[in-house]
């Protein structure tokens, strides 16, 4: 029988990600797949679409749904299928700007490995994080990187890449006020910190590891935590994260926990996989459902 994949992608991407797109394409075609190309057009499309194809009957429903786009674009589709128990697995085709899901699970961003990868269906079950009821696969983070996300220049991300956050941290240097965040973890006593990512993969901003014991497979987060505020330190923990010794620094903890409550001011974003998810006060959880993530072939 022919084997059926549903890939909702982004049609404004670069012409050299469309291309990539296509190879997969035409390599899954030829393995006999039958595609169902469904592009976007407009945020929260991937959401939608992800979740009526999870809604199908059986008889009707791909036996694959993939997405080809971000970090973001895939967590959009994430949300649209965690709440399902039909068990869809998915898979990505990496589009993005650091594709930390791809890294996480050593998917080369390139179409022989994903169409293999498709192709082999082999499956994982990972554990999906909450904040606020809306589902992330990497990391929750609330503090300056939140911060970063919620004032990014889209126009300038799509022309410069990475270098559009890194233009955005450095903007954080004069504006953000360095407040205290409270976090509590599975109920133990309050710890203050200036900045907090909850983890669920190990992996940060491309391959920058933050959380070394983080394991999407595993059902806890790696809650790390900046403990000390100011210029000072912020550039101290960037240059420490860009060396690959942040786990190690000076005033970054990390510690693990299941159900995690953040306050701070009021209205302060929460970013979900480069996305903003919502605002203060933050409940994290892990997702009840766990979803069955594609991954490639051992060779």
């Given at each position: 029988m022919t084997s059926r994949i549903a890939i909702i992608f982004?049609?404004?991407?670069?012409?050299?990600?469309?291309l990539t797109l296509e190879d997969v394409c035409d390599r899954l075609t030829a393995r006999g797949w039958a595609i169902d190309l469904r592009p976007t057009g407009a945020r929260g499309d991937a959401e939608r679409m992800a979740r009526e194809i999870a809604d199908l009957p059986r008889e009707s429903r791909p036996d694959l749904l993939a997405v080809a786009g971000g970090d973001g674009t895939i967590g959009e589709a994430?949300?649209?299928?965690?709440?399902?128990?039909?068990?869809?697995?998915?898979?990505i085709i990496p589009m993005g700007t650091a594709n930390v899901l791809a890294a996480e699970i050593g998917l080369a961003v390139n179409a022989d490995a994903i169409a293999a990868a498709i192709d082999a269906r082999r499956s994982?079950?990972?554990?999906?994080?909450r904040a606020n009821e809306r589902a992330f696969t990497l990391m929750a983070g609330v503090g300056v990187d939140a911060h970063v996300v919620a004032d990014l220049d889209i126009a300038l991300k799509r022309r410069i890449g990475k270098g559009a956050y890194v233009w955005g941290a450095i903007k954080q240097l004069f504006r953000f006020g360095f407040p205290t965040y409270q976090v509590r973890i599975d109920g133990a006593p309050p710890i203050n910190a200036a900045s907090v990512i909850v983890a669920k993969g190990r992996f940060y901003g491309g391959r920058h590891v933050v959380a070394p014991k983080a394991r999407?497979?595993?059902?806890?987060?790696?809650?790390?935590?900046?403990?000390?505020?100011?210029?000072?330190?912020?550039?101290?923990?960037?240059?420490?994260?860009g060396l690959g010794r942040l786990p190690n620094a000076r005033g970054y903890s990390i510690l693990e926990g299941c159900e995690i409550t953040i306050t701070g001011p009021d209205g302060d974003p929460i970013q979900g996989d480069g996305d903003v998810l919502g605002h203060l006060p933050a409940r994290i959880a892990i997702a009840p459902l766990p979803v069955q993530l594609i991954v490639p072939v051992r060779r």
């Open positions: 982004n049609p404004i991407a670069g012409r050299r990600r469309r994430i949300n649209g299928l965690s709440r399902s128990a039909t068990g869809l697995p998915i898979a994982r079950a990972i554990y999906i994080g999407l497979a595993d059902p806890t987060f790696q809650i790390c935590l900046f403990e000390r505020r100011g210029t000072f330190h912020m550039l101290r923990y960037a240059l420490a994260l």
